[in-house]
T-cell receptor
Framework: KNQVEQSPQSLIILEGKNCTLQ??????????LRWYKQDTGRGPVSLTI?????NTKSNGRYTATLDADTKQSSLHITASQLSDSASYIC???????????????FGTGTLLAVQP | DAGVIQSPRHEVTEMGQEVTLRCKPI?????LFWYRQTMMRGLELLIY??????IDDSGMPEDRFSAKMPNASFSTLKIQPSEPRDSAVYFC????WGVGEQYFGPGTRLTVT
């Protein structure tokens, strides 16, 4: 069964600190892996997209890594800010249901709270 | 660009009533997706369209749910009759053809009492 698991479920850190969120997946075949940030009351917004051939991709203070062999990804947040408080969702693109669009399989997310 | 537009933003209805959620995708996008998000199950894909044609509706929970896309700029998700377990946030997203980046709307928070 295609699944995406994230850890931890929730995390509290102090402003200015770094943190790392984990994502393990069993999706096969694998097309790409995305990290989304979802602020409370809003829709998810894409942070990074990585194909199986990419190991690292950065977007400002966000750095995602991917190990396609072990089927693991991480999202590292550097020098956290209060605005980083959100849910971070790992999404893996797997076998499509039809047509040219692959179906996205979502993790349940990690809820990050950055405290002053 | 205004992004993906959804209406209403909040809907409260009684069990048994019909509910219609609306979505306007980003102009020029070929694919449209309907998702449901709950605390217990996270985000779940309900159905998606390519060029206004439903491609995969395997995520639609049951016959009470139906979705239409009469043209490239409008889609609806209808629940009839609604039940309390349908309470969730429903998101619409759109993307360019293929595996393009999906852009999500602000969601509709549905509460069925």
């Amino acid at each position: 069964k295609n699944q995406v698991e994230q850890s931890p479920q929730s995390l509290i850190i102090l402003e200015g600190k770094n943190c790392t969120l984990q994502c393990n997946y069993t999706v096969s075949p694998f097309s790409n892996l995305r990290w989304y940030k979802q602020d409370t009351g809003r829709g998810p917004v894409s942070l990074t997209i990585m194909t199986f051939s990419e190991n690292t991709k950065s977007n400002g203070r966000y750095t995602a890594t991917l190990d396609a062999d072990t089927k693991q990804s991480s999202l590292h947040i550097t020098a956290s800010q209060l605005s980083d408080s959100a849910s971070y969702i790992c999404v893996v693109s797997g076998p499509g249901g039809g047509g040219a669009t692959n179906k996205l399989i979502f993790g349940t997310g990690t809820l990050l709270a950055v405290q002053p | 660009d205004a992004g993906v537009i959804q209406s209403p933003r909040h809907e409260v209805t009684e069990m048994g009533q019909e509910v219609t959620l609306r979505c306007k995708p980003i102009s020029g996008h070929n694919s449209l997706f309907w998702y449901r998000q709950t605390m217990m199950r996270g985000l779940e894909l309900l159905i998606y369209f390519n060029n206004n044609v439903p491609i995969d509706d395997s995520g639609m929970p049951e016959d009470r749910f139906s979705a239409k896309m009469p043209n490239a700029s409008f889609s609806t998700l209808k629940i009839q009759p609604s039940e309390p377990r349908d309470s969730a946030v429903y998101f619409c997203a759109s993307s360019l053809w293929g595996v393009g980046e999906q852009y999500f709307g602000p969601g509709t928070r549905l509460t069925v009492t």
